[in-house]
């Protein structure tokens, strides 16, 4: 049975273990459908989310996974300017292991603090996303909504658009998609691609249109205009005319095509409001799915039992 | 060492049984709901649920209740129990749910499906009907119908196969203290 | 006081020796090298002798890059806590660099540091002071009142001079001192952000990474100039496949460039950094391993010209972090010569060569009274056990820092014993 120490990255699992963590999860989805949205299996335990970087969507999406299985969600922020040498990462997670938390949700700007803080503390990790790195939980609720609305993922074909070199929701969709045996394609102008990366089995392609044609499944990226991009972009402008979805270019692509985006959207600049609000989208089912995704997680990480009871 | 204690003649004629005292006792079909409970608990209920339709030609409520969320015995350090659907499609107010499962024993599972079922809703009664009762009860639960009532020793194992799970169906009761045949 | 340092295999370079042979030292000056047994050791005075059997016995190693953090730093390490890690290493020189604070840009931060280091008496120290006033850049420092005090060259190092026309003024200036200048190649605006080698591996794990064109680029710009202006140009710790190239290219050409290389980048690539060990981060960052092959390549065909270990110590709490904030840097003293004997294991060059790169070459290079064993030079000898296989063991290190990747590795070659000018400065414990 699979039980993970912790979920640091969807980099390394394997198949049959993903298909576990979907089948929890759609199992988990319906909690949330009654109208009391709660199970007692985690009661009592304690799950911290240590965000070190700003996220009202995700850290909502952990509290109320928690919460819905009765488990004490706390939230903690930190900061982590480089340039304030406060209170150092390992200090802080083993200062709160020390309050014996149950889970320790992480996510942080750096690449590598996931795994470098796991392996400074007894307790699971879940990584919320660490920099560019990985944002497992992301890739997951992606495929689990890819997976309910196309029924199987073997074989499908998927592009992801946009700033894949500062994405670590495409890194750990790679992993993930290929463990799955699905075909992925990144689009992006030539600036983001980051060196080598077909190196993990994957095509790149500069142009939007041609590029979604024979796809299932288009994933949208957030564009950033922080100062890491300086040199990377001329302006939103013109990357809204190469790389914004619209109708127009949908036309080109399969009839039964998905559209996704991690979020927050980017309106008119990533995707055109009417393709945002169209059936293919299904960005608000990845919000659902999150939570869903999430308890599994915790619980495929906390719950087990003796099963010689009955 | 394996005996067979309730054959597939048995169980039927059990089920047929059940079947006809639920109605007995809830004077007919009208606000009669069936929630079987995992594996085994939903193929009894299934097939209590086709005879009600036989005799009263009626469809009653149906539903399917996964009870490994609400166990008391969930601890960390071994492996999670995979989790199946649960699905309750109907109200539950007003209804009198009749909790259907193979083999009663400690009584845990069903006060974890008691839980469940109350956070779903509030129905007007809660029956219970199970195909076998092995006793060494933990709890103060009691059965509304039984199928046959079998004692055991504690660490026997009763194991209830279905034809539509298993392929045969059977109730047979294994004593691990016993030789092992050549 | 005499020393007889018996039955080693005495492999001098600068003189063209590899054989058994005494050693006798009297007054710190080596006095006498013989065929085994011939030196008479009944005098009045008091011999002490080191039976050298089945050991090596070399001129003790010359190190021309390590950061020994004093004045200013003196947390991460102290000229005595260096002097003491590289005795420990086999080393009976060392150059230091001039990045402590104050910068070692004036004559008195030059005369405290080797007045420093004449106090502790341990190891030979000499001081490397900065090209440019503050390491800043803008402006040439006094080479000459440097050079005075005792500066045998210059560098920025850990930084490289950006500035185009400065660094041509430089090599300029440089010309009328005779001494090289040691430049850390790196275009910062390449760079910047930057913690690792760009290339599959920072795409895989996320981080920016640090392309080698960023080297390439300022190599290429400094040997472009030298023709012109004159002066010397030393590539310090040399990282790139290309670079060598150019080097190797200078050289054709007759242009008065060298080199050298840390043992850390023919030793480890950049699959080392999976896992975010900041003890697998230094600038210049580990490569692919196809720029380590060349590397070995320009060991081998004498392109790269001497080893210097780069030893850079930072404490716990430099490292003990997020990878992208982790310092720049490991330490090398005390791992140098068993990471450089895993090379004559693999026949890229003999062990002569080996310790030619670490004495008389850096000793040619850099015009130091050191680097061999001639009869009437100061008694600056190693003794090791090239066979001695054992476990590094970072906890034991005599520097103050114990940043480094090789915890825990299992390698073979021992300093046993390391004497400057005839004196024991460092005795292992275990053998």
């Known amino acids: ?36 949205k709660k199970v007692p ?104 909504t890819i997976r309910e609305t196309k029924g199987s993922l073997e074989g499908l074909k998927v592009a992801i658009v946009g700033d894949i070199a500062h994405s670590r929701v495409v890194r750990s969709n790679i992993y993930a998609m290929k463990a799955m045996g699905m075909e992925v394609r990144l689009v992006g102008p030539p600036t983001m691609i980051p060196v080598e990366i077909q190196k993990l089995g994957v095509s790149v392609d500069y142009y939007l249109e041609k590029a979604i044609q024979d796809v299932d499944v288009i994933m949208m990226l957030r564009i950033q205009t922080e100062r890491q991009n ?81 | 060492m394996t005996s067979v204690v309730f054959d597939a003649k048995d169980i039927s004629r059990a089920i047929t049984r059940i ?48 009870i490994t969320l609400y166990r008391d015995d969930i601890a960390s350090g071994k492996h999670p129990p995979p989790v199946e659907k649960t699905s309750i499609p109907f109200p539950l107010e007003g209804k009198q749910v009749v909790l259907v499962d193979d083999v009663l024993f400690t009584g845990r599972t069903i006060r974890a499906a008691i839980d469940a079922l109350i ?64 | 006081m005499t020393v007889l340092i018996k039955n080693g295999r005495v492999i001098d370079p600068a003189n063209n020796l590899d054989a058994t042979k005494d050693v006798r030292i009297v007054k710190g000056k080596i006095e006498a090298i013989d065929p085994p047994g011939k030196i008479n050791i009944d005098e009045k005075g008091k011999t002490s002798v080191i039976d050298a059997k089945g050991c090596v016995v070399c001129p003790g190693f010359i190190d021309m890059h390590v950061h020994f953090r004093e004045p200013g730093f003196e947390y991460k390490e102290t000229i005595e806590s260096g002097c003491k890690s590289a005795a420990a290493g086999g080393f009976t020189s060392v150059a230091v660099m001039p990045n402590t604070k104050p910068v070692n840009d004036t004559r008195s931060v030059t005369e405290l540091m080797l007045s420093q280091a004449r106090a502790k008496g341990i190891v030979r120290v000499y001081a490397i002071a900065a090209i440019t006033q503050g390491l800043a850049g803008e402006c040439l420092s006094e080479m000459g009142d440097l050079k005075d005090a005792g500066a045998i060259a210059f560098s920025d190092d850990g930084r490289p001079v950006m500035n185009n026309e400065l660094m041509r003024r430089a090599f300029e200036y440089s010309k009328m001192f005779k001494v090289p200048l040691i430049q850390h190649s790196e275009m910062l605006d390449l760079t910047e952000g930057g913690s690792m080698n760009e290339g599959a591996v920072s795409t895989e794990l996320g981080l920016k990474g640090m392309p080698v064109e960023a080297e390439d680029i300022m190599v290429y710009r400094d040997i472009a100039l030298l023709e012109k202006t004159g002066g010397r140009l030393h590539v310090a710790h040399i990282s790139s496949g290309n670079s060598v190239d150019l080097v190797r290219q200078a050289k054709a050409q007759g242009l008065p460039v060298t080199c050298e290389v840390a043992p ?168």
Not at chain 1, 125 to 136: L, M, S
Not at chain 1, 267 to 277: F, N, P, Q
Not at chain 2, 36 to 45: K, S
């Open chain 1, 1 to 36: 049975m699979f039980k993970p120490r912790s979920i640091l990255g969807t980099n390394g699992l394997k198949k049959d273990e993903i298909v576990t963590i979907l089948d929890t999860a759609d199992t988990f989805k319906e909690i949330s459908t009654r109208p009391i």
């Open chain 1, 41 to 144: 299996t985690l009661r009592g335990r304690t799950i911290i989310n240590l965000f070190f970087e700003p996220s009202t969507r995700t850290r909502t999406s952990f509290e109320i996974a928690g919460k819905r299985l009765s488990a004490d969600v706390i939230n903690i922020s930190g900061s982590t300017s480089s340039t304030v040498k406060g209170e150092n990462l390992i200090d802080t997670a083993q200062n709160l292991e020390a309050m014996n938390p149950d889970i320790l949700v992480i996510r942080h700007s750096q690449s590598g603090a996931a795994e470098m803080i796991s392996r400074n503390i007894q307790c699971p990790v879940i990584n919320a996303g660490d920099g560019f790195h990985e944002h497992p939980t992301q890739a997951l609720l992606d495929l689990q």
């Open chain 1, 230 to 310: 300086r040199y990377l972009l001329s302006s939103l402008r013109e990357y809204s005319n190469l790389f914004c979805l619209t109708s127009k270019i949908l036309e080109k692509a399969k009839d039964d095509v998905l559209i996704i985006h991690p979020g927050p959207v980017n309106r008119g600049v990533e995707i055109a409001l009417d393709v945002m609000e169209s059936e293919r989208s299904l960005i608000l089912n990845q919000v659902t799915n999150g939570v869903a995704v999430r308890m599994a997680l915790m619980y495929l990480l906390l719950g087990g039992s003796d099963d010689s009871v009955n």
């Open chain 2, 19 to 66: 079947s006809h005292e639920i109605l007995e006792r809830n004077k007919g079909a009208n606000n009669l709901a069936l929630i079987g409970i995992r594996t085994r608990g939903v193929t009894l209920a299934q097939r209590i649920r086709v005879k009600i339709n036989e005799v009263e030609n009626t469809e009653i409520d149906f539903g399917i209740l996964d």
């Open chain 2, 119 to 182: 956070d779903f809703g509030r129905p007007s009664t809660v029956q219970l009907g199970v195909l076998i009762d092995r006793g060494h009860r933990e709890l103060p639960i009691r059965p509304d119908y039984v199928g046959k009532n079998i004692p055991t020793s504690k660490n026997n194992r009763v194991r209830v196969r279905m034809s539509e799970d298993d392929g045969i169906d059977e109730v047979h009761i294994i004593d691990p203290s016993t030789a092992k045949d050549s």
């Open chain 3, 264 to 431: 850390h980048h023919f030793i480890l690539t950049d699959e080392a950094v999976r896992g975010y060990d900041t003890n697998t981060k230094m600038s210049p960052p580990l490569r692919t391993a196809k720029d380590v092959e060349r590397i070995k390549e320009g060991l081998k065909d004498g392109t790269i010209d001497i080893i210097a270990t780069d030893h850079a110590p930072h404490d716990l709490t430099d490292k003990q972090c997020e990878y992208q904030n982790a310092c720049f840097g490991i330490v090398g003293l005390e791992t140098a010569l068993p990471l450089t004997l895993k090379l004559v294991d693999e026949n890229i060059f003999s062990l002569s060569d080996a310790i030619k790169k670490l004495t008389s070459a850096p000793a040619d290079i850099f015009n130091l009274d050191s680097g061999e064993l001639s009869i009437g030079k100061q008694a600056d000898v190693v003794i090791f056990d090239p066979d001695y296989e054992y476990e590094v063991d970072v906890s034991k290190f005599h520097s103050k820092s114990k940043n480094s990747p090789f915890n825990g590795w299992k390698v073979k070659g021992k300093v046993l014993h390391t004497l400057v000018g005839g004196k024991v400065v460092y005795s292992a414990v275990e053998h």
